[in-house]
């Protein structure tokens, strides 16, 4: 990690955790991070259904936990059923957004262009993006990893200059990765970072590429949490089934400092 970087530690709970589940679990993080020895520098965000984002914003009030929707419409309202503009979670409270997730790409149609136009209203909202990328296991064993991470990256940042990414923050998650148990080498994770860092300096200059924290996501858990944010460019951590559970995701806030 980066020390001009605020490390961030995100928990993607999916569909998982209801509004009664949601408010319990949020005052046991609470109170664990209230509990640490030493205070937590990590920006920890969690990132709950949509029916418990009101839920968990009152149980964080007073705490340094942030709150993440996990999607958001391009369009601020309209004949969308189903879907939820970044003006609506903007009102409720909510300050991230996850956009691009593979699930999202893989269940749900998502394409590199209509997460760009999600982006786009994220930003207009002024909600901090945690927008993710990452190659499918065919696509790594061809050696295309960089070229998918730069179409990605190329489509999906599209009409979005420095300025307007200010805020960015991307997840790096190799799809193969996700859910499965297996996750990257520090090596394959630092050297994809290195990649996404390298595009966002070479189209959109030296001083967003400084500043943009670079998250990885895939099956990271408390014991193999350290080596990867010992990485020089991992700035933090996208983390799904191990932010279930306070056992889980308490030690890894822990360990991004
Ligand atoms: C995710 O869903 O973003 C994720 C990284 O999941 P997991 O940690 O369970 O692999």
Redesign the pocket.
């Known amino acids: 990690m980066h020390p001009a970087r605020k490390p961030v530690m995100a928990g993607?709970w999916?569909m998982h955790k209801g509004i009664h589940e949601t408010g319990g679990f949020v005052r046991e993080l609470v109170h664990g991070l209230k509990a640490h020895q030493s205070p937590v520098t990590a920006e920890v965000v969690i990132a709950p259904v949509f029916t418990a984002l009101a839920v968990a914003l009152q149980a964080v009030w007073g705490s340094p936990i942030k709150v993440a929707a996990q999607n958001c419409h391009w369009e601020e309202a309209g004949a969308f059923t189903g879907e939820i503009s970044a003006a609506m979670l903007k009102e409720v409270g909510v300050g991230h957004v996850i956009l691009g997730?593979s699930?999202r790409r893989q269940y749900f149609g998502e394409t590199d262009a209509t997460v760009n136009g999600r982006l786009k209203a994220a930003l207009a909202a002024h909600l901090v993006p945690i927008f993710c990328i990452g190659e499918l296991i065919d696509q790594r064993r061809a050696g295309e990893t960089e070229r998918v991470l730069e179409r990605q990256l190329t489509d999906g940042l599209a009409g979005l200059d420095a300025a307007a990414l200010a805020t960015l923050i991307v997840a790096y998650?190799p799809v193969w990765?996700?859910?499965t148990g297996e996750v990257a080498t520090p090596e394959q994770a630092q050297a994809a970072h290195a990649f996404i860092r390298g595009w966002l300096e070479k189209n959109r200059g030296a001083a967003l590429a400084g500043t943009t924290r670079l998250l990885y996501?895939?099956?990271?858990k408390p014991d193999n949490v350290a080596e990867i944010l010992a990485c020089p460019d991992v700035d933090g951590c996208?983390?799904?089934?191990?932010s279930l559970k306070a056992e889980n995701f308490l030690p890894m806030v822990e360990a991004a400092g």
């Open positions: 993607n999916k997730h699930e998650e990765a996700i859910g996501g895939g099956s990271a996208l983390i799904g089934g191990a």
